[in-house]
């Protein structure tokens, strides 16, 4: 079992910044990539973020500049860092872990609001 947490997700004036962070637990024994998507109900979901295993980043073209991930493998924890936040960046975030034989795990959600 793989279990992932997720928290830092609320309610924000444009603008502002948040920071989401993911832990996982359970049985991992190796975790490969790791990254955050974003949907909005009725809409389809997006890349947000991705990192490797060896810190390598990419970003959705419409978070570039503002947004940065980052993990800590000895922690087992993903984190993404919002800055200068929008109203267009408003949905609900998911993390996402893939373990090294191809596994993919998927985190609860969390709800990130933009006002304003």
């Known amino acids: 079992q793989v279990q992932l947490v997720e928290s830092g997700g609320g309610l924000v004036q444009t603008g502002g910044s948040l920071r989401l962070s993911c832990a996982a637990s359970?049985?991992?024994?190796?975790?490969?990539?790791m990254g955050w998507y974003r949907q909005d109900p009725g809409k389809q979901r997006e890349l947000v973020a991705h990192?490797?295993?060896?810190?390598?980043?990419k970003y959705g073209d419409s978070v570039k500049g503002r947004f940065t991930i980052s993990r800590d493998n000895a922690k087992n924890t993903v984190y993404l860092q919002m800055n200068s936040l929008k109203p267009e960046d408003t949905g609900v975030y998911y993390c996402t872990v893939q373990t090294v034989i191809g596994t993919g795990y998927w985190g609860q959600g969390t709800q990130v609001t933009v006002s304003s």
């Open positions: 359970g049985s991992i024994f190796a975790i490969n990539d």
């Open positions: 990192i490797t295993s060896g810190g390598s980043t």
